[in-house]
Structures are given as structure tokens and as C-alpha cells.
């Protein structure tokens, strides 16, 4: 039987999700609070670009748009380390041919939207949810400072990101609804590296780029116009913070001590430094994601997270895949759809949040030191020699979209306790590439 579906939200989930969902034939309507970003800059919003790695491309196939997709993208084959004394390295994701894709997130967002009319949903825009009466299955939305609308719905999704005002109405309401926010102690400013004066890409294009510097770091990704964005990951407290950098001095002499050849390709950051916002980084876990089988929270409003392992927005859409495959296997029983996805994406959501939080630390502090490196390069061997047996966490979460994260946090921290031992064996710098060790090691997962 066909529902008459709303979802709360056009962002990136929402859009995708309204696709999958008019496919199968359903009726679609989604209120989202902001202006259309087609007509003109929508107001607010998250960082410039994205990366858009397996997990997502796969989500995307299944309606077409990869390949779309894949053309408005750069691929990314690593890292590219910016030490402080100026020297620099590159560090392969995976194997060769393995990557991950800078898009622009309005411009996914956009195409995303045009699919989705294209396909007969209708997106309503100025239309703010503010409440949801769950008796009578009634939205209410806030059309302007006078105006308000009510929607009736059969099934409502919240896809209205990670302070997801549709939650709130769930959970004011739900007798046992447990729910953690969590903030780091950083915020994020982006700044912009703009084309060189040939008009080429700056640095190295196929890559993304770090500055680690313990407690804090710069990176950027490259954008079609050949200009990178930049995000600054940095305290808002302590010796070296935003609390401290308040005058353009104060910037200006921070910035040439610590990212010295980044300075030399940002003519402008002093004035994006006090223009740009500074925005914060939370990670929200909640449960129960669904109620009966007329809601379910979506993308960032089920499971918001910190953006270190690129995964935020690819967990949301495999929410989206796996919500679909349910609908294959359930048919029309929606308490059964739900309750399903509920059981298999909310520990994914919630590994997937850990996971990104330990990256954190790995981007900062680790991507510099050299017996992080030589690890990376011991795992990567075990990789290549058994390429089922080994598979690095990081591979496993972008590259390898049939191991689910929650499996990934298993066997990645598995894998770690097993590196912790081998890091400490006496002369490993020198004996890693001998066979039975490897073999010993292997032996152990
Ligand atoms: C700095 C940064 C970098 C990131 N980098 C990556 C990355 O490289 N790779 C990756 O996969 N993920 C990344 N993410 C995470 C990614 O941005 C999110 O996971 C993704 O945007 C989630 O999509 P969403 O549609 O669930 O929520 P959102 O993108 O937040 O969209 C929610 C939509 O709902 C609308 N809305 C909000 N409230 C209401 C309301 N009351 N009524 C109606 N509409 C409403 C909003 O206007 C918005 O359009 C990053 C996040 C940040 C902050």
C-alpha cells in the first residue's frame, strides 16, 4: 500500500531519502526550514565541501546518481602531511586505485533535490517544524512570524539534522527516551586557499591535505574551481585557542609560527579568520530512533557526529539503502521496517560516532609520528598479503561498504591491541617485512 510520506528536512538525507521512497511509488512531501539554495545562498549550513566515499557512492548508485556524482567530484588518494618545518608526505588511503571524492555539498544537495522533484516529490521550503501532535498524526510548521501550517501524515521522518527540532517532539513525549550530546572540546573555522596566480590548484589536487599539530589541525580539499577550503579544527580554550586569537596580530603571528606554507597561499585568511563563523562539533546518540510504524529519525537527527572520518554524511545515506532494502524484505509492514532498521543501524550509528571521535586523534597528533607511520605501513603490507584476513579500520569504514561499522569498530580495535604488542617488539623497524612475522601477526586476529 502507498503512504503518504513527510519528511522534516531537504539536506542531504532528507533529499535522498525522499527519492527512495517516491521510487517505490509512495507520496512524497518534504517542509524544510531554509529558503530553496537553487533561487540564492541558503542561510546557514556546514562546511563548503565533503568526502563522499563508498558507503555513499553506493547509496547513490542505487538511484542513479554515482556516476553523476562521481563527475562533480575530485578524487582524493590520500593524505598529504604539511609538517611545521616545512617538509611534506604523502600517505596512500588504501590500495592503489582506492580513493575518496571531494564534492561540494550545495551542489550534491541541489542535484539531490532536482532528482527528488523530477521523481514528483514536492519540497516545501520556509517551513519550520515546530511541533508534531502524535494522537491525530498532525506536523505543524511555521511559514513566517504569523503563519503556521498542520500536516497530516501517514509515516514522518525527521531528516532535520543534528538539533533536529522533530526529535524533540519524539522525545518530550516518549516515556523512556534516552539521549547523550556530546561536545569536543574544538570548534572549526574554514578559510580559503584560492588559485595560484597561473590559476592552477595551489598544492597537489588529488589529495587532502593535513597540517597535525597535536592538539589542533588545519586541512583542505580541493573544490572544481581550483580553490581548497580550508578547516582550522582548533581549542576554544587554552594557551593556543580561539579564546586567545581576538586581534588581526594576534592571528597573523600564530598562523606564520605554525602553518608557515599555508599562510603563503591564503592572501586573505586574516579577514576570513574574523568574517567566517565558528562553528562547534557535537556527537548526539539517542534511542528509540522510530515510534510504531509512523516514525523514524534519519541521518544526523538519529546519529549527528564529528566529522573526522568523513563519514557523517555516507552513514545517512546508507541509512537510507538500508531503510529500502527493509522495505524489499518487509514489504508494506512498516512496524516491521522500522523496528528492523531501528535493530541494525543504531549500533552503526553508534560505532561509527566512536570511530570518528579516535580519528580525531589520529589526524592531529599521529599522522606525524613515525611510529604511527611504520604501524600503517606493517598494516598495509598485512593487507596486501592478506587481503582478507587484514583489513585496516580505515579501509574498512570507507572502502568496504559490506562490512558494517559496528564490525569495523570490532575487528579495528581488535587489530590495534594486536599492533600495540608488534610496536613493541625490539628492532620491528628493521624486521616488519619478515614473512613468519607477518604470518604470526595474521594468526592472531
Ligand atoms: C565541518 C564538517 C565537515 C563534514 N565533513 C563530512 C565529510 O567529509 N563526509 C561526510 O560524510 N560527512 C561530513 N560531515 C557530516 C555531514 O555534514 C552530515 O552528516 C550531513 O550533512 C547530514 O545530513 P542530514 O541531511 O542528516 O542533515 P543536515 O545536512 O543538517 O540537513 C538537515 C536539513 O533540515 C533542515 N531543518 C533543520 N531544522 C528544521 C526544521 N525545524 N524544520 C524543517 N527543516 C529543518 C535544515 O535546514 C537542513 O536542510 C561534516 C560535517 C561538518 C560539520
Sequence with gaps: MKKDVTIVGAGLVGSL????????????????????????????????????????????????????????????????IHHVDGSTAFQPYGKEGQYINSVSRATLNMKLMDLAEAQGVSI????????????????????????????????????????????????????????????????????????????????????????PRKDYMLIALPNLDKTFTCTLFFPFEGAASFSKLTTPEAVKAFFEETFPDAVALMPDYINEFFNNPTSSLVTVKCHPWIREDKFALIGDAAHAIVPFFGQ????????????????????????????????????????????????FTEMREKTADPVFLLQKKIEARLHEKYPDRWIPAYSQ????????????????????????????????????QDESLLQKIVEQV
Design 312 to 359: 557523517g554524511m555516507n552513514c545517512g545515506f546508507e541509512d537510507c539503502r538500508v531503510l529500502d532494502e527493509l522495505i524489499d524484505t518487509y514489504q508494506d509492514d512498516w512496524s516491521q521496517i522500522l523496528d528492523a532498521y531501528q535493530t541494525l543501524r543504531k549500533p552503526d550509528g553508534d560505532a561509527i560516532a566512536d570511530l570518528a571521535i579516535n580519528n
Design 17 to 80: 531519502l525522499s527519492i527512495y521512497l517516491s521510487k517505490r511509488g509512495h507520496r512524497v512531501k518534504i517542509y524544510e526550514g531554509r529558503n530553496d539554495m537553487r533561487k540564492g545562498k541558503a542561510l546557514g549550513g556546514r562546511s563548503i565541501n565533503l568526502a563522499l566515499s563508498d558507503r555513499g557512492l553506493l547509496a547513490l548508485e542505487k538511484v542513479g546518481l554515482a556516476e553523476e556524482i562521481r563527475n562533480i567530484s575530485i578524487p582524493m588518494h590520500g593524505r598529504y
Design 397 to 432: 569504514v570507507t572502502f568496504s561498504p559490506n562490512i558494517r561499522y559496528s564490525e569495523a569498530l570490532r575487528r579495528g580495535l581488535r587489530q590495534e591491541a594486536i599492533m600495540q604488542e608488534v610496536m613493541k617488539m625490539d628492532n620491528i623497524a628493521e624486521q616488519w
Design 124 to 211: 516545501q521550503f520556509h517551513s519550520r517544524c515546530t511541533g508534531v501532535d502524535w494522537q491525530k498524526n498532525n506536523v505543524t510548521f511555521e511559514i513566517s512570524n504569523t503563519e503556521s501550517l498542520v500536516s497530516h501524515f501517514e509515516l514522518l521522518f525527521a531528516a532535520d539534522g543534528a538539533f533536529s527540532a522533530a526529535r524533540l517532539q519524539h522525545q518530550l513525549q516518549h516515556p523512556k527516551f534516552n539521549y547523550q550530546q556530546y561536545y569536543i572540546d574544538c570548534g572549526y573555522k574554514e578559510l580559503t586557499i584560492p588559485p595560484s596566480v597561473s590559476g592552477d590548484f595551489a598544492m597537489e589536487v588529488n589529495a587532502l591535505h593535513i597540517w
